[in-house]
């Protein structure tokens, strides 16, 4: 069973500062690590995704890091807004062949202050 | 692009009363989640659908909790009786799994109340 640890549990920003959530995993089989976004009253929606082949990937203000070695990826949110005021979670893969079972972590509440 | 579907938004209900949640995945995804949100327990896999067939149902409490998904469109998740530490909010997601790792899409939940 993945285990997956996330610290943490609530973050608060100033509008234009940088939030770094990160998360730590157990089983190295698998190759895909993503971020979801949850708003209140919505679903997580997948917000950017790696695989451990880079150590790093940058869509737009969202960054991700990825030590392999070490077994922990982050997240980096850059130039932080308002608007991205939301509980971030990230997840692995659970451990089984087919690769689509996903284990979350337990997720942070980001508070951005304007 | 219609996401997956949930019904109802909302479901207030006596202990001991059946609670049938349903879900309608997108179109052409070929794996269905059941998950289950607390503040104590976070997001929970409760079982995993592959081509309508039950995969893995480890993450289902108990057996009062059940799941079904007759067709490619359609799954439900009932529980019956119902207690009240069932509350919570209960998320549907499906994938399409090509080459390599899908991302799951979550339809918006079924915030549960069991007085």
């Known amino acids: 069973q993945q285990q997956v640890k996330q610290s943490p549990q609530s973050l608060i920003v100033q509008k234009g500062g940088i939030s770094i959530i990160n998360c730590a995993y157990e089983n190295t089989a698998f190759d895909y690590f993503p971020w979801y976004q949850q708003f209140p009253g919505k679903g997580p929606a997948l917000l950017i995704a790696?695989?451990?082949?880079?150590s790093e990937k940058k869509e737009g203000r969202f960054t991700i890091s990825f030590n392999k070695s070490a077994k922990q990826f982050s997240l980096h949110i850059m130039d932080s807004q308002p608007g991205d005021s939301a509980t971030y979670f990230c997840a692995a893969p659970a451990g089984e062949t087919s690769g689509s079972r996903l284990t979350f972590g337990e997720g942070t509440q980001l508070t951005v202050n304007p | 692009d219609a996401g997956v579907i949930q019904s109802p938004r909302h479901e207030v209900t006596e202990m001991g009363q059946e609670v049938t949640l349903r879900c309608k995945p997108i179109?052409?995804?070929?794996?269905l989640f059941w998950y289950r949100q607390t503040m104590m327990r976070g997001l929970e896999l409760l079982i995993y659908f592959n081509n309508n067939v039950p995969i893995d149902d480890s993450g289902m409490p108990e057996d009062r909790f059940s799941a079904k998904m007759p067709n490619a469109s359609f799954s439900t998740l009932k529980i019956q009786p119902s207690e009240p530490r069932d509350s919570a909010v209960y998320f549907c997601?499906?994938?399409?799994?090509?080459?390599?790792?899908?991302?799951?899409?979550f339809g918006d939940g079924t915030r549960l109340s069991i007085l």
């Open positions: 997601a499906s994938s399409f799994r090509r080459s390599g790792n899908q991302p799951q899409h």
């Open positions: 790696i695989r451990p082949d880079v």
């Open positions: 179109s052409g995804h070929d794996y």
